[in-house]
């Protein structure tokens, strides 16, 4: 079984202000995107950035045999969402999009502005196999990209840079507190009797504190002498898949040129054990072929073929 996630980047039917221009373009999309997910062939993908729920319907459509769409409610100011696109039924356990106590609102603005929401909803389901019974969360965090007042997307100067910068932390680091709460929920005080899988768009790197944050207790990660000695730390850990990605593997996106894993996925004791690979991209295929993507205005790549991201995913058996 493969489970993923991916970056859909700006899934909207054709027209709008963030869709493609005419059918052509929006047809190679889902054309590019159908391609690699019939060749990943996943169970359970994660997705992200779908600006209009019609449109994975179609995607799905594209693929063969039958496919289950399951989407948050709660989309952002420019309509996107997350969601599961699955090959095997799922049933929703929580589609959530606020903060929690004791956690306070955050400031998001230089107006001192603030929200006690996260920008995309976090979504929960489970999922039922004769083999396997897991709960998967799927995720969207704040991205690192930055706007400013009157629809820019550059700074009048570095200090409001920084400012935006960490508004843009604090949301994220909140985002990320809510979707830990939820896996301490979902784990149920023992994760090697409850299974959890948590897929998502990060939007920062493997040690970033705000991907840190999603751990659970200290130690234990793969590839450190703590990993082969299970304590007591197992039943509430998170484990990050990052390190069995093969190492010229290990990327989801290509900002400026450079190669970095923002996409995860991470998983509970239990179904560690199970996880036999782990990789970016649709087996066969290389994420070298990622376009470099720069900070700026979201809809130039309206009419782009594919994602800017590469799926992540890991393949599990009994």
């Keep these: 079984m493969i489970i993923g996630t991916w970056n859909?980047?700006?899934?909207y039917r054709p027209g709008g202000r963030f869709g493609p221009k005419d059918k052509a373009a929006y047809e190679a999309k889902l054309a590019s995107l159908a391609a690699t997910i019939g060749a990943l062939r996943p169970s359970v993908l994660g997705v992200q950035e779908v600006g209009d729920p019609a449109a994975l319907?179609?995607?799905?459509?594209?693929?063969?045999?039958?496919?289950?769409?399951?989407?948050?409610?709660?989309?952002?100011?420019?309509?996107?969402?997350?969601?599961?696109?699955?090959?095997?039924?799922?049933?929703?356990?929580?589609?959530?999009?606020?903060?929690?106590?004791?956690?306070?609102?955050?400031?998001?603005?230089?107006?001192?502005?603030?929200?006690?929401?996260?920008?995309?909803?976090?979504?929960?389901?489970?999922v039922s196999t004769r083999a396997f019974f897991f709960d998967a969360v799927v995720c969207h965090l704040k991205s690192k990209l930055l706007?400013?007042?009157?629809?820019?997307?550059?700074?009048?100067?570095?200090?409001?840079?920084?400012?935006f910068g960490a508004y843009a932390l604090y949301r994220r680091t909140a985002e990320a507190t809510v979707v830990r709460a939820l896996a301490d929920r979902l784990l149920r005080g023992d994760g090697r009797d409850h299974d959890v899988a948590v897929l998502g768009d990060l939007n920062d790197e493997v040690g970033a504190a705000t991907t840190q944050l999603l751990l659970g207790?200290?130690?234990?990660?793969?590839?450190?002498?703590?990993?082969?000695?299970?304590?007591k730390g197992d039943a509430t850990r998170l484990w990050n898949v990052a390190p069995l990605i093969p190492q010229d593997q290990r990327f989801s996106r290509i900002h400026a040129g450079r190669r970095e894993l923002i996409d995860h996925v991470l998983v509970?004791?239990?179904?560690?054990?199970?996880?036999?690979?782990?990789?970016?991209?649709?087996?066969?295929?290389?994420?070298?072929?990622?376009?470099?993507?720069?900070?700026?205005?979201?809809?130039?790549?309206?009419?782009?073929?594919?994602?800017?991201?590469?799926?992540?995913?890991?393949?599990?058996?009994?």
């Design 217 to 231: 207790p200290p130690g234990s990660e793969i590839g450190t002498p703590g990993f082969d000695h299970p304590d």
């Design 147 to 163: 706007s400013y007042p009157g629809g820019r997307f550059q700074p009048r100067d570095e200090g409001e840079r920084a400012r």
């Design 57 to 126: 319907e179609d995607l799905a459509g594209l693929l063969e045999g039958t496919w289950h769409v399951t989407l948050s409610r709660h989309a952002d100011d420019r309509g996107i969402r997350v969601g599961f696109l699955s090959s095997l039924p799922v049933s929703v356990v929580t589609d959530q999009n606020c903060l929690l106590d004791p956690m306070r609102p955050v400031q998001i603005d230089d107006t001192g502005r603030t929200t006690a929401r996260t920008g995309r909803g976090i979504l929960a389901v489970t």
């Design 268 to 318: 509970s004791r239990g179904l560690l054990d199970h996880v036999r690979a782990a990789g970016t991209g649709a087996e066969g295929a290389s994420a070298a072929a990622l376009p470099s993507v720069a900070d700026g205005d979201p809809a130039v790549r309206r009419d782009a073929a594919g994602s800017d991201h590469a799926p992540v995913w890991i393949r599990i058996q009994p």
């Design 8 to 11: 859909l980047e700006n899934l």
